[in-house]
């Protein structure tokens, strides 16, 4: 745990409440996996895609798997916000109004989305080991 950054831990809470979100009123008395037909598939893989990364930052020693997963969640994340927006803006149930759970959809999706972004910015990494050494070169003389 002490490997983990900003940026996993908010990836890992935006995917945490993208799962729980799913299941609030969107539309209605409707909650997201009943009101969605495919997005909420699309949203459920991109939350276990965001629970990922801080699960592969805190157990492997390569940074070449969180690096990856950090990608991928800056790029599927904001797949996830447009999606969250475009049924923000056309509702697919007539004569519902948009719940809360829409709304805290689209925060957890810029959780996921903004957790991949600073993940991938700080490179530093927590308890982890040290780098190696600069090697100490005597000045050039000059001719």
Same mark, same amino acid.
Do not use: H, K
């Given at each position: 745990m002490r490997?983990?950054?900003?940026?996993?831990?908010?990836?890992?809470a935006g995917g945490l409440g993208m799962l729980i979100v799913l299941a609030l009123p969107w539309y209605g008395d409707a909650s997201g996996f009943?009101?969605?037909?495919v997005i909420d598939i699309l949203l459920v893989l991109v939350a276990l895609l965001?629970?990922?990364?801080?699960?592969?930052?805190?157990t492997?020693?390569?940074?070449?798997?969180?690096?990856?997963? @950090? =990608? $991928?969640?800056v790029? *599927?994340?904001? &797949? @996830? =916000? $447009?999606?969250?927006? *475009?049924?923000? &803006?056309?509702?697919?149930r007539d004569g519902y109004e948009v719940a809360f759970?829409?709304?805290?959809?689209?925060v957890a999706a810029l959780g996921i989305t903004a957790g991949g972004w600073l993940s991938l910015a700080n490179e530093r990494v927590p308890g982890g080991p040290p780098g190696p050494?600069?090697?100490?070169?005597?000045?050039?003389l000059g001719s």
């Amino acid at each position: 745990m002490r490997r983990l950054r900003l940026g996993e831990w908010l990836a890992g809470a935006g995917g945490l409440g993208m799962l729980i979100v799913l299941a609030l009123p969107w539309y209605g008395d409707a909650s997201g996996f009943e009101s969605l037909s495919v997005i909420d598939i699309l949203l459920v893989l991109v939350a276990l895609l965001a629970l990922s990364l801080p699960v592969l930052q805190a157990t492997r020693r390569s940074p070449a798997l969180p690096v990856a997963a @950090a =990608v $991928l969640c800056v790029a *599927f994340g904001f &797949i @996830a =916000v $447009l999606l969250v927006l *475009f049924r923000l &803006i056309d509702e697919p149930r007539d004569g519902y109004e948009v719940a809360f759970g829409a709304w805290l959809g689209l925060v957890a999706a810029l959780g996921i989305t903004a957790g991949g972004w600073l993940s991938l910015a700080n490179e530093r990494v927590p308890g982890g080991p040290p780098g190696p050494a600069p090697e100490l070169r005597p000045a050039p003389l000059g001719s």
